[in-house]
Each structure stands twice: as structure tokens, then as C-alpha cells.
């Protein structure tokens, strides 16, 4: 039965390095700004990706989310979900760090928003020339 | 050109296969791991545990129970950090007037029909999500995220005006965000400023009673679980990213004129 889990964690490990490589290419090397931001959002999902998967587990018979599915709760079934559920912790800090990447990634689409409106571009390339033809002699 | 293309893509290749052996070896611990982390063991085993009163957070989801008992200074931290980021797009879109007419253009009829459809679907759900956050997958950033969709979809549909025809200014948007972060802080002080006034002991952020700090929130609705200020926090939590989000897309969909005219107004600065 270990099979499946071990299958999904080599997939999506093998998804998460591939993203990490197109996410820093895109950062470092695409001239346009909002594309870089883009970049930055993959980034920080494929690295959140990962820390869930780390906190995956094996269990008979199947591993469950850490949400407990029975109301009222017995003693057994807290036991049962101790067996079987994933670990907490990953995902409760991955929504401290979704939090803290939208709001790194809605500053930096503000400072986008205004780079277009004042040099009529987000081409990091075309940025200096702009300002080399403004400055005054 | 061609060279440096070479060399970027050899490095980027051999990071991702870097990447992969560290994986692959172990680097983050066994994965799947076949045992709970010990940590994660007494989280889940207390999340919901009436036989364990002095532990237990009474709610039935264990990542909410993280967020906002557990751990929650942590998340309170993290509401700051968005605070803080809306505050700083404030300050880089500062001086920026409402347009002076509000002209709805928009998309097509087909669009905008669609759109009025699943619009009130999408403010019931981010509603529910914050609501049932304690005992369901949910909580309440991730419902005030998809809460802040049906504004944006708005802006997009039927033009940022309709916003401000619905009379909603971004004046009052800030107000409304204070609000709810003012009673964020004073949900965490409840406790210990109750607990004063009855000659008793309390902790900030103290959820359920302990031991030697016998006051706590309402743990049940009825015979429904509560989880007491997990419910609260998830609450407030809706408020506060939905408005703050919404916030920001109005100051990012200001037309380009009144842009113009405060960076130009701005020279002082510079």
C-alpha cells in the first residue's frame, strides 16, 4: 500500500525542482516587470508545494487531511484520526507564508502599476534609456 | 547571446537535478514519512478533545486550531505583514483622486450576465469558508482571498466605476480594515482584561480555560463546536484580508490621468 504515496511524493518533488528552475530563470532573465512577479508567485507556490509534501505521511489505508470528520467525537475516532491524519503544523505555517507572499506580491504589482505609468513600460531593458532621455542636460 | 543561453539553461538544469538528489537523499527527512512528527502528534491529539480540557482548542480542523491557538501570535504577526504591505501600496499610489464621473462601460451583456450569476455564489462561499472554518478545510484568510475575487471581478466586468456607484470609497475601506484589526487585538486582550476586572489569572491569546486560568471562550454553539476565538479570529480574519485586497485593487485600477497628475504633483519627493 506504500506504493501510491511514495509515487505522488516523487511526482510532485520532481514538479516542484522544475518549477524552481523555470521560476528563477523567469525572475533573473524575462526583462518584463510583471512577468518577473509572475516568476516570484511560482516561486513561492512551488516552495509551499514542498513544504506540504513534507509533511505527507504513509498510513493504513490511506493518509487523511487534519480535519477531524466526526461530530460528536469519540475517543476511538480521535484515534483513528491520529493514525491517519497528515501532519498540521506545514500547512498551518503555509498560510502564514501564502499571506506574506501576496502581500510582497501585491507591493510589487503596485510598484509595476506605477513604473508603466510613468515610463510607459514594464521592459527592464528600455527603463534606463527612458530615464537617460529624460534627465536633463 | 546564443553562449550565455547555453549557460543559463546547463545551470538551471543541474539546479533542478540538484534540487532533486537532496530530495531524493533524504536532505528534508524521510519522505513519506511513515510516522507523525511528535509535534504534530499532540497537536492532533488535542485539536479536539473534550477528555483533555486544559489542551484541547475544540476545533474539529487542526490547521485552524494551529493558526489561531497554538500558534496565533504567529498569525497576528502575519495579519501585520499584510497590513503592512497594503500600507505601503497606499503610500506608493498616495494622492490619487476618485474619478470625477463615474462612466460604467464595461464588457458585453453575455459577460456581465454571467458575472451578476456568480458573483453572490462567490461572497456565500468566502463567507462559509470563514465561518465553518473551525470544522471544515477553510479559514479566515482563505475565505476573505476568495471573497476579494468578487470585487475584482467586478472591476473587470463592469469598470472600476461600478465600485464606486455602489457607494464604496477607498476612505471608507481603510476604516473598516482599522476596525476589524482594532478588534483583532482586542479579542486577544479579552481575556486577560476580563479575568483583571474578576480578581482572576489570564493569558493574551488565551483561548480555552486552563489550569490556573479558568476563564475561556465559548468553546460550543449549541452542540456544535465552536473552538471559541478560533471562530472569532477566522471572522475578523475575512474582514480584514477581503476589505484590505479590496482596498488594493481599487488604488491599482485608478485611471491612468489621475496617476499622471499625482506623480507629477509629487517632485517634492524626488
Not at chain 2, 471572522?235 to 485586497?245: D, M, N, P, R, T
Amino acid at each position: 500500500m506504500s506504493e501510491l504515496p511514495v509515487a505522488i511524493v516523487t511526482v510532485v518533488t520532481t514538479v516542484v525542482t522544475v518549477n524552481i528552475a523555470i521560476a528563477i530563470y523567469g525572475i533573473f532573465s524575462r526583462p518584463s516587470l510583471i512577468k518577473k512577479v509572475i516568476a516570484l508567485v511560482l516561486f513561492t507556490d512551488s516552495v509551499n508545494i514542498l513544504a506540504v509534501i513534507v509533511g505527507f505521511r504513509i498510513a493504513d489505508p490511506f493518509p487523511s487531511p487534519p480535519i477531524l470528520p466526526e461530530q460528536p467525537a469519540k475517543p476511538e475516532d480521535i484515534r483513528v484520526f491520529l493514525a491517519r491524519s497528515v501532519d498540521p503544523i506545514p500547512q498551518a505555517l503555509l498560510v502564514t507564508a501564502i499571506v506574506i507572499g501576496l502581500a510582497v506580491s501585491v507591493f510589487l504589482l503596485g510598484l509595476a502599476v506605477l513604473y508603466y505609468k510613468h515610463f510607459g513600460t514594464t521592459d527592464t531593458r528600455v527603463i534606463p534609456e527612458v530615464e537617460e532621455a529624460e534627465a536633463p542636460k | 547571446m546564443r553562449r550565455r543561453d547555453l549557460a543559463v539553461a546547463v545551470s538551471l538544469a543541474s539546479l533542478s537535478i540538484a534540487l532533486g538528489a537532496v530530495f531524493g537523499l533524504g536532505g528534508l527527512g524521510v519522505i513519506p514519512a511513515s510516522s507523525l512528527r511528535g509535534l504534530a502528534g499532540s497537536v492532533l491529539e488535542s485539536t479536539f478533545n473534550p477528555w483533555s480540557p486544559s489542551l484541547t482548542a475544540y476545533s474539529l480542523n487542526a490547521v485552524a486550531a494551529v493558526m489561531w491557538d497554538y500558534r496565533a501570535l504567529d498569525t497576528i504577526l502575519e495579519t501585520a505583514v499584510l497590513f503592512a504591505a497594503i500600507a505601503g501600496t497606499a503610500t506608493l499610489f498616495r494622492g490619487i483622486r476618485e474619478p470625477p464621473s463615474f462612466k460604467l462601460r464595461g464588457l458585453t451583456l453575455v459577460v456581465k450576465a454571467s458575472t451578476r450569476a456568480v458573483i453572490p455564489l462567490l461572497i456565500v462561499a468566502g463567507i462559509s469558508l470563514a465561518v465553518h472554518g473551525h470544522l471544515s478545510p477553510g479559514g479566515g484568510f482563505q475565505g476573505g482571498a476568495l471573497l476579494a475575487v468578487a470585487p475584482a471581478l467586478v472591476v473587470t466586468v463592469f469598470s472600476v466605476g461600478a465600485i464606486y456607484v455602489a457607494g464604496i470609497r477607498a476612505r471608507t475601506l481603510l476604516k473598516a480594515r482599522y476596525l476589524a484589526l482594532l478588534l483583532i487585538v482586542l479579542t486577544s486582550i479579552a481575556i486577560p482584561v476580563a479575568a483583571a476586572v474578576l480578581g482572576a489569572r489570564g493569558y493574551v491569546l488565551q483561548n480555552m480555560g486552563k489550569a490556573d486560568a479558568p476563564l475561556s471562550m465559548p468553546a460550543w454553539f449549541f452542540n456544535t463546536p465552536l473552538a471559541g476565538s478560533v471562530f472569532v479570529f477566522n471572522l475578523l480574519e475575512l474582514i480584514a484580508v477581503s476589505i484590505g485586497l479590496t482596498y488594493c485593487l481599487l488604488l491599482m485600477s485608478a485611471r491612468m490621468e489621475d496617476i499622471r497628475d499625482s506623480l507629477a504633483g509629487d517632485s517634492v519627493y524626488e
